[in-house]
């Protein structure tokens, strides 16, 4: 019995000590998801930065979860003339972090209204920035007002601070190097787009279609009903029986590479170490006739 009251005070003492411990049952990287007990409790924490990316500041000022502040997913990414979208310049990032408050000591929590869409795209940007204290909030909003926690109308004061990229460039794949890797037994492709945008019939781009060998698992394939991503078992088999294994290389796409940023976290949330986004995504490829493609 003494032992038993011993091992409950250690684990309490862990759950005390460890601000950062998440309880994302089974996922790999179960730092990368916290829930909205969690967050409730850490509302108050000095080194925590809550960002809000609904698509509206209306919704934003009409009440939000109490020391988030908003950012548009366009600061997350830039828009292209010719089509599509792509991580911003290392300095732009930089300036957007540095204005937002965050330091590299600063646990990052992201929430939106869409099963993580924004949140997601976000994500992606700060792990190619090296940004190692980031999480999404699983359900997002929906669920915290489901639950009927406060919401605040006040926007927090933001001190600037100086933030330096360390850029991970291995997160991000080009059209080059997915053509020299095409065919290659470690390397898995996997689209996140509707099933008629994989096989050609919803045109969005010169031509329909996906990239030759990849594999169609739509994004919404990650979410539960109530917008909240199912659980590590589910999520693993659905991967590993497409042939979406931990010992390859993954690189994950849509249209813009915002549905495929869904795909890239949560790849890396059940703990696959070399996931890749092609930041381009179909709306490069679709365009360029010059790069393969199969119906």
């Known amino acids: 019995m003494k032992r038993v009251v011993m091992a409950a005070v250690a684990a309490m003492t862990l759950l005390a000590a460890t601000p950062w411990l998440t309880l994302a049952a089974g996922y790999g990287n179960s730092q990368l998801l916290v829930d909205t007990q969690w967050l409730a409790q850490h509302l108050n924490d000095r080194d925590l930065r809550i960002i809000d990316m609904r698509n509206s500041p209306d919704e934003y000022g009409a009440g939000h979860i109490s020391g988030a502040v908003h950012l548009p997913v366009n600061q997350a990414r830039v828009a292209l003339k010719e089509s599509g979208f792509t991580l911003p310049p290392d300095y732009e990032i930089e300036e957007r972090l540095g204005q937002l408050g965050i330091t590299k000591d600063t646990t990052v929590v992201v929430y939106d209204d869409q099963g993580g869409l924004n949140a997601a795209r976000l994500f992606f940007t700060l792990e190619y920035a090296g940004h190692k204290k980031v999480a999404l909030l699983n359900?997002?909003?929906?669920?915290?007002?489901?639950?009927?926690?406060?919401?605040?109308?006040?926007?927090?004061?933001?001190?600037?601070?100086?933030?330096?990229?360390?850029?991970?460039?291995?997160?991000?794949?080009?059209?080059?190097?997915?053509?020299?890797?095409?065919?290659?037994?470690?390397?898995?492709?996997?689209?996140?787009?509707?099933?008629?945008?994989?096989?050609?019939?919803?045109?969005?781009?010169?031509?329909?279609?996906?990239?030759?060998?990849?594999?169609?698992?739509?994004?919404?394939?990650?979410?539960?009903?109530?917008?909240?991503?199912?659980?590590?078992?589910?999520?693993?088999?659905?991967?590993?029986?497409?042939?979406?294994?931990?010992?390859?290389?993954?690189?994950?796409?849509?249209?813009?590479?915002?549905?495929?940023?869904?795909?890239?976290?949560?790849?890396?949330?059940?703990?696959?170490?070399?996931?890749?986004?092609?930041?381009?995504?179909?709306?490069?490829?679709?365009?360029?006739?010059?790069?393969?493609?199969?119906?």
């Open 139 to 295: 359900g997002g909003i929906t669920k915290w007002v489901a639950e009927e926690r406060s919401l605040s109308k006040t926007a927090p004061q933001v001190s600037k601070t100086v933030y330096q990229v360390h850029a991970e460039t291995q997160r991000v794949a080009a059209a080059g190097w997915i053509v020299t890797n095409l065919g290659k037994s470690n390397v898995a492709l996997v689209d996140a787009r509707s099933p008629a945008e994989f096989r050609g019939e919803d045109l969005r781009a010169k031509r329909g279609g996906h990239i030759p060998g990849a594999v169609n698992i739509e994004w919404t394939h990650n979410l539960a009903g109530d917008k909240t991503f199912k659980p590590a078992e589910e999520l693993l088999a659905l991967y590993s029986q497409a042939g979406v294994t931990k010992d390859k290389t993954i690189v994950s796409y849509c249209q813009t590479m915002h549905r495929g940023a869904v795909t890239y976290f949560i790849l890396r949330l059940l703990g696959y170490s070399d996931v890749r986004g092609y930041d381009r995504s179909w709306s490069e490829w679709g365009n360029d006739l010059t790069l393969p493609a199969q119906w």
